[in-house]
């Protein structure tokens, strides 16, 4: 490097230099005041050696990232600490056998990334939950539901309701591919609250036919409380249909 970076400078390439993350004889890291993070190396003439190869390949991939998946108010951020490890890459003398100096980087863009994607997927369920309920009171109101009719929508809008409910408590375990496009993303949450509401109406169906808790079909709250749990809990359908499932095995296999 003959001439040292200095912010307000301009580049060979003719940009202006808005800050400098690092800079040496061997390499130098910088952003432009197009807000674009670039690079620059001086050693061994220019070429990069092969070692150093995986750190830029690293570098190219984690920048494609953090445009993508980070959100906007950390993007800044973020670019200033691959910038510099980055640096750190091209300025060691250690032949080392994979990016290391990256890590950080990675880790920091995947728990933000989660978290973001996280949010996502709780918002647009509780979206769900509004336009399910909607439509629910729509028909409710249209229809002049009655008697079992009523009583099973409302079961089924308290089953989308603990699904909704169900997420939103799970929020710090939840377990998203951060990758995935906001339409996948949309469609996994209406597709949880739409369970939650076949669940509760699975349940009310099994209640007043006397298969399951028959003693709550009069109990208009009670079904409506298990419902909301039907709806919550992932297993708690599944696992009573395994049993009548068990249950009507027994009985077949019992007549002659």
Known sequence: MDDPLKIGS?????????????????????????????WSYFGDGGDIPDYKKPSVSEFDSLMQLIRTYVPKRQKED???????????????????????????????????????????????????????????????????????????????????????????????????????????????GFARVLVGLFFGIIFYMMSVSDLVLGMLKENTLALLVFATIAGFSERFIPELMEKLEARAGESAGSQP
């Open 78 to 188: 973020h670019f200033k600490l691959l910038g510099k490890s980055l640096f750190q890459a091209l300025n060691s003398t250690e032949n080392l056998s994979s990016p290391v100096h990256f890590h950080a980087v990675a880790a920091s863009i995947e728990e933000l990334s989660q978290q973001s994607a996280r949010f996502s997927y709780v918002t647009y369920c509780f979206l769900a939950l509004g336009i399910i309920v909607s439509i629910g009171l729509l028909l409710d109101w249209g229809l002049s539901f009655s008697g079992e009719w009523a009583v099973g929508t409302w079961c089924g809008l308290m089953g989308a309701a603990g699904a909704a409910i169900s997420v939103a408590h799970r929020i710090t375990g939840l377990k998203i591919n951060w990758k995935s496009q906001p339409k996948m993303l949309v469609a996994e």
């Open 10 to 38: 301009k580049t060979s390439t003719g940009q202006i230099v808005k800050e400098v993350l690092g800079q040496s004889k061997t390499a130098a890291v910088y952003i432009t005041d197009d807000n674009n993070l670039r």
